[in-house]
């Protein structure tokens, strides 16, 4: 009996150590189980309501308003407008050309159409929405509506659209909104302004809209909506409404513009205008425009290749990006050098013989002609290059350099838009670092006659400028005048103040001033402003393009027009009390006082007297000059 009882508990060890064995499984599991329960709900607590908060809400944005642009007397220039757009997700559609195709026969689709869908895609993501009609009729949608249930992956969407009331007039000051491009949204992540762009589509290329796109663009706002698990949505949980970009009215008269664009009809170059006393810029232009229109909804890519390789360069902005040597535009600025260094007196006489010997080297008046005994106020009238060959080297690079430098030459000028050029302003020390070679006293003579190694911005020549007239007091070129909040209607004039002010002795800068003057009276310029009722400050200028051979004489006939001189003006009046100062290029132009003095003269006439041939109101809040004065 006793040997059956031990034979069942031999039987049962096994069991029993499977069974201990399950205890044990059992126990351990609980354990992972009760850890995983503390992982999710306590240690990852928060991380997961989040996600289970995602799964029920949803987050939609809205974007705002961009804000609009106006100049200075209110006349609207950017404004925005709501159309319809037919678009395309790519990764909703298994057949992209089969669908375009299919689409085109129940609405037109233009070749320019299909090539401004490829060049979007390779800015915009799979799953974006992307164009392939803009500004739908309302014909248009009916028709689409109806057969919506053909075309998966197509939908219509009613969206903002930029629009430039005013065309090309204006073009290089405004710029444009474009695509939002990879190479955007790197610089936004860099700047960490990406998640104010959430769900954006455009963003400011150049000109003010790229310049202050900060300001422009507004804020985007934000709705949180709970949904079903099939995505219907229930309710708002909350709403953050968008903020309208704020508006911006600028300097520019577009009247004066508009003056300003038609005197260069025809012509490659740039005019800048500027009011001395404040630094505003009233008119800045820059030939051939351009139709900023053309841009907002996505160019195509033809026209954007003819853009881009067009002779004549519309999107260049020449008047604060192109480089030019400034011929004698330059000589009233060394004149003034020559005077406050000592290196010349107003009483100093000169005799211009035509030619200037430096050494073996022979510099030419590039008149061709000798003008004679003169002193400083005479050289100025009647545009003596002999007596600034000898000035420049009595000053040496050097003096002129440092002298020029607060005048703002080869320096930015700070103007509020972005891709100002820098320049060339020579001396010693940058054509050692530049050109590896040492300057030689024979690189001096060209210098003072704007020349050489000189390579300067019309918006230096025009700050330049205002800044003489207004008496070596420095104000900043700018193009924004007052911000103004949409939502609360608070405007923000832009401060002016003096950013520097030049020590000048007054004797000096009159004396340069009254040869200025003697310019349009008996010099160069005399026929321009023949008969005008008001006086004004002036310097021609003929920048040579291609090296003359000392022996050779220019002959334009000889020359292809690129090759021609570049013709230069600046200007300010009335001479005595400023209230416009200009610079005017015109590219391959020939002589100053024949192609670019004209220009000058009719946007002085409009801002002074109101006279004009666009049938233009008078500028609003300038007081007309109506009598002739006296000189």
């Known amino acids: ?72 007397n209110g006349e609207l220039l950017a404004k925005n407008t709501l159309a319809y757009s037919l678009e395309i997700t790519p990764d909703k559609v298994s057949d992209l050309e089969k669908t375009i195709d ?40 009916a028709v689409f ?3 919506q249930w053909r075309f998966p992956g197509v939908e219509i969407n009613q969206r903002e659209y930029r629009v430039y009331p005013e065309g090309s007039v204006g ?14 949204k790197k610089r936004l992540t860099s700047e960490g302004l990406i998640d104010d762009y959430e769900g954006e589509r455009v963003i400011g290329k150049v000109g003010i809209e790229r310049s202050y796109e900060s300001l422009l663009h507004g804020t985007p706002g934000h709705e949180t ?13 909350a709403f953050e409404p968008p903020k309208a970009g704020k508006n911006l009215h600028l300097t520019i008269d577009m009247n004066l513009q508009r003056v300003a664009e038609n005197a260069m009809k025809g012509k490659v170059g740039a005019v800048i205008a500027i009011q001395p006393k404040t630094g505003e810029i009233l008119s800045f232009v820059s030939m051939p425009t351009y139709d900023p229109n053309l841009f907002p909804g996505g160019i195509d890519p033809k026209s954007w290749s003819q853009l881009n390789t067009a002779e004549t360069k519309p999107l260049l902005n020449r008047a604060m990006r192109g480089l030019y040597p400034i011929g004698s535009t330059y000589k009233p600025f060394v004149a003034l050098a020559g005077l406050e260094t000592g290196a010349t007196t107003a009483d100093f006489v000169l005799d211009d013989t035509g030619v200037f010997t430096l050494g073996k080297h022979r510099f030419r008046d590039m008149s061709g002609v000798s003008k004679g005994r003169l002193d400083l106020r005479k050289s100025i009238a009647v545009s003596s290059d002999v007596y600034y060959y000898w000035l420049a080297t009595r000053l040496g690079v050097d003096t002129i350099h440092d002298f020029m430098v607060p005048w703002g030459f080869g320096q930015k000028t700070g103007i509020d838009l972005v891709g100002e050029q820098t320049g060339v302003l020579p001396s010693r020390e940058w054509k050692e670092a530049r050109v590896k070679q040492p300057w030689m006293v024979g690189d001096t003579p060209s210098i ?51 950013a520097a002010v030049i020590p000048l002795k007054s004797r000096n800068v009159e004396t340069v001033i009254a040869g200025m003057t003697d310019v349009s009276t008996k010099g160069t310029a005399r026929f321009v402003f023949k008969g005008v009722p008001y006086t004004v400050a002036c310097k021609t200028g003929t920048a040579q393009v291609v ?16 090759h021609h001189d570049h013709a230069l003006f600046i200007a300010f009046a009335p001479a005595r009390n400023p209230r416009i100062a200009l610079a005017v290029l015109v590219e391959n132009g020939g002589f100053g006082a024949q192609a670019a003095a004209p220009v ?24 007309l000059i109506t009598q002739r004065r006296n000189r």
């Open 145 to 147: 509506t109806g057969q």
């Open 171 to 184: 073009s290089h000051i405004l710029g444009y909104i474009g695509s939002l491009s990879q190479s955007d």
């Open 448 to 498: 003072g006659i704007g020349q050489g190694y000189n390579a300067f911005t019309l918006l230096q020549l025009a700050h330049a400028t205002s800044t003489l007239a207004n008496r070596g007091i420095v104000m900043t070129p700018h193009l924004v005048k007052r911000i103004t909040d949409p939502s609360t209607n608070k405007a923000e004039d832009v401060p002016v103040e003096p």
């Open 102 to 141: 299919a689409l085109s026969e129940i609405i037109p689709i233009t070749t320019a159409d299909r090539r401004r869908f490829v060049r979007l895609r390779e800015d915009l993501n799979r799953y974006d929405s992307i164009p392939i009609r803009q500004e739908l009729t309302d014909e248009e949608v």
């Open 225 to 237: 909506l709970e949904i079903t698990a099939g995505g219907h949505a229930v309710r708002s949980l």
């Open 600 to 623: 000058a003269r009719q946007l002085i006439d409009y801002w002074l007297t109101g006279a004009n041939s666009l049938e233009l109101p008078p500028p609003k809040g300038v007081p």
């Open 547 to 562: 090296t003359i051979a000392q022996d050779d004489k220019y002959d334009a006939k000889k020359l292809a027009k690129k």
């Open 1 to 72: 009996m006793a040997l059956d009882f031990k034979q069942v508990d031999a039987d049962l060890v096994p069991f029993r150590r499977r069974l201990l064995f399950v205890f044990f499984l059992v126990i351990v599991l609980f354990c992972v189980l009760i850890g995983r329960f503390a992982w999710l709900q306590i240690i990852n607590k928060n991380a997961y309501t989040e996600r289970a908060e995602k799964n029920r809400t949803v987050t939609v944005v809205s974007q705002a308003a961009r804000g609009l642009i106006y100049d200075r």
